[in-house]
């Protein structure tokens, strides 16, 4: 018998826990959601919807096994704590776990794991809770929405544009993308000019911004001309400013912050970063233990907790001065929060990241750093800096120049690999002092169009927007990428054909539906579902009255696109060929199908490498069905010769085996060996 039984998400943090509880608990794993929708009922929804939207649940495909493993652990034990992530997916497994698993309510705990360390394990142990239903609930009623307009949406697509797929969050986002290009193709350039004394004794350059009072605009050359013209060589200091300001520190991140921040400052794609963040929480050994090294990375607060502020706070006093300790910062919609969520931060503020480098990957250590000293910042006082304004005259044109110089880092101390203030010195300026410069350039611009959305762009759009979730928009712009509804331009984001179609559809039928406005409303719905303040089947009837008759009127008058004709003849029937999408992408088939059949085999181009090791065939190059690259034997299924490696056809020195060509370097396929 166990006497306690703790149920986690993931594999990778259950031995970490299970050590850090001792003897008395067993910690498992479910590996994530074990059930999930069936696609049984009307139109495949797996939800009654005639009957209060009833979810039909069934077992996650190859998680029938773990089920009974699980049953079996909690027949054996004389209590469950549920310790799923502490966010409303996590809460809608942990109740899915309780119910599935046949838990009873006596013998039960629901508990929130913040942070993998020992202290905060044991802590959390001690002080169980139950299931929120409310927030159960509302994880439940964004499911079913999302299988409804992804389903009906996307069968839609699909059968009239050949389109892959459509959703709730997702649509919404194409549209920002696609709106983007149509006011970059619209945009109008014009042009404009700006004019610049350059002063060599002292050296410094001021910038023409107004005549008079009036801010000056100049449209053409011919005007460029006409006021430098009307220019003397005297600049007389009219006005000069000397004011000293301050420069905040960043909050600590959520999730959405350090998703944009990773983009931005170390190139990581969304996915990339939740995936190591996510390694991060679980746990790292260090040699000495293994830990979490940071708190849960989904979340939208702000706060941090006390116990963390009065270790930072020593920390910054003892190595930065006493005089760089900060303050907590708030804003209006955070400042009350009480909740056990907390920013996304490192579990110990003594676990600096140049002292445990040597046990993290490059990635892990890059994301680590950024998010101890952005949160060590986040506590730290103020930078300050000097600024100067100097405004100079001649013949009431009116001269700029600017410069600051940085009193005091303050914050910067620990976040200026991120975040930089260069100093612009200026010479020492005195009221109606008169400047002298004969040179004076003009330079010719022109207005440019609103750029792309970049991955960090879109996210911060849609999170200001109050479109989906923090935690699920690295799914939602993998998905747009998948898809092919978007590709990558310097790594900005351009609408493809069916992209642009496909949103175009979904305007033309839904206009008031996939939109930021509803997308956003609904979002605040769910919330309040969560908050115990709506009917959570009340938001879904609400919905699928205004949505279903939409989907019923698409499928009668929504316009078939007709396939692309290849200017081939069928071989079979003589009807012309068409191209057609298919799972796999594009192909090329009879336009009569279903009554004629014939599909055009591809010609592939045989590349081959080299003669197989193993057997009289020819190792040629060959494709997955995603499109990666692998070596395989000609003989395939006779001989089962497969490499992700290029092989070469030169023999490693030290053991005779063929060579291969991995990551540019040249590697023995078997021993150790690598060709310097």
Not at 70 to 86: E, M, N
Not at 176 to 181: A, K, P, S, T, Y
Not at 289 to 303: A, F, K, N, P, Q
Not at 368 to 385: F, G, H, N, Q
Request: proline share 4%; charged share 35%.
């Amino acid at each position: 018998m166990t006497k306690n039984l703790v149920i986690v998400e993931s594999p990778s943090k259950s031995k970490t826990i299970e050590k850090y509880l001792g003897k008395d608990y067993k910690v498992v794993s479910s590996k994530g959601h074990i059930r999930d929708l069936s696609t049984k009922g009307k139109y495949g929804l797996g939800v009654d919807v005639e009957h209060d939207f009833k979810p039909d649940y069934v077992p996650v495909k190859g998680k029938a096994n773990l089920i009974k493993e699980l049953k079996k652990d909690v027949k054996d034990a004389d209590y469950v704590y549920l310790a799923t992530d502490p966010d409303r997916e996590g809460e809608a497994i942990s109740w899915h776990l309780k119910d599935a698993l046949g838990i009873k309510d006596k013998k039960y705990s629901r508990v929130l794991f913040h942070e993998i360390t020992k202290d905060k394990v044991i802590d959390a142990i001690q002080k169980p809770t139950v299931i929120d239903d409310n927030l159960v609930k509302s994880q439940e009623t964004r499911r079913i929405l999302d299988r409804i307009i992804g389903f009906r949406l996307s069968k839609l697509l699909q059968a009239k544009i050949g389109a892959k797929s459509a959703g709730r969050v997702q649509s919404v986002a194409l549209k920002l993308i696609v709106d983007r290009e149509r006011e970059i193709e619209a945009f109008v350039k014009e042009e404009y000019w700006s004019v610049t004394a350059k002063f060599e004794k002292p050296c410094f350059d001021a910038s023409l911004f107004k005549y008079r009072e009036d801010d000056i605009e100049l449209k053409t050359e011919a005007e460029t001309d006409k006021v430098i013209a009307a220019l003397s060589d005297d600049y007389k200091v009219e006005y000069i400013e000397q004011k000293e300001q301050s420069k905040k520190s960043k909050f600590p991140f959520i999730t959405s912050t350090l998703q944009q921040e990773a983009s931005t400052k170390l190139g990581f794609p969304a996915k990339k970063t939740m995936s190591i963040a996510q390694k991060l929480y679980e746990g790292i050994d260090i040699g000495t233990e293994t830990v979490g090294l940071i708190t849960y990375m989904r979340t939208d607060s702000i706060r941090l907790s006390d116990e963390y502020i009065g270790s930072a706070y020593k920390y910054i006093e003892e190595h930065y001065g006493k005089n760089y300790i900060g303050y907590v910062k708030k804003t209006k919609k955070t400042e009350n929060v009480q909740d056990a969520h907390e920013a996304i931060r490192p579990t110990s503020v003594l676990r600096n990241p140049e002292e445990i480098k040597e046990y993290l990957s490059t990635d892990q250590y890059k994301l680590y750093r950024l998010i101890y000293y952005r949160t060590m910042a986040s506590l730290m006082a103020d930078a300050k800096v000097n600024k100067t304004t100097v405004i100079f005259d001649n013949n009431d044109y009116k001269f700029k120049v600017t410069g600051q110089v940085l009193l005091f880092p303050g914050y910067l101390s620990a976040y200026k690999d991120y975040e930089t203030s260069e100093d612009v010195i200026l010479p020492e300026f005195a009221k109606d002092e008169i400047y002298h410069t004969s040179k004076v350039e003009k330079e010719q611009h022109f207005t440019k169009p609103p750029a792309r959305y970049s991955e960090a762009k879109l996210i911060k759009e849609m999170e200001e927007l109050g479109i989906g979730r923090p935690s699920t928009y690295a799914k939602i712009i993998d998905t747009l990428k998948e898809r092919d509804y978007v590709t990558l331009e310097e790594k900005k984001f351009k609408p493809t054909t069916i992209g642009i179609e496909t949103t175009d559809k979904l305007q033309e039928f839904f206009a008031d539906l996939i939109n930021v406005k509803y997308t956003a409303g609904m979002e605040n719905d769910l919330d309040e579902v969560a908050d115990g303040k709506k009917v959570w089947n009340n938001v879904l009837k609400d919905f699928y009255d205004l949505f279903e008759p939409r989907v019923k009127s698409a499928f009668s008058d929504m316009e078939k696109k007709a396939p692309v004709v290849t200017g081939e003849i069928c071989p079979n029937c003589g009807n012309p060929l068409v191209i057609r999408n298919g799972k796999y992408g594009e192909f090329i088939a009879c336009s009569n199908y279903p009554e004629c059949k014939y599909i055009k085999k591809e010609e592939k181009e045989v590349v081959e490498v080299m003669d197989c090791p193993n057997c009289d065939g020819k190792i040629i190059e060959r494709k997955t069905r995603k499109g990666k690259i692998f070596y395989g034997c000609s003989n395939y299924p006779k001989c089962r010769f497969a490499s992700w490696d290029k092989p070469l056809e030169q023999n490693c020195p030290k053991c005779g085996k063929y060579l291969v060509e991995k990551n540019g370097k040249i590697k023995c396929s078997s021993c150790d060996y690598e060709q310097e």
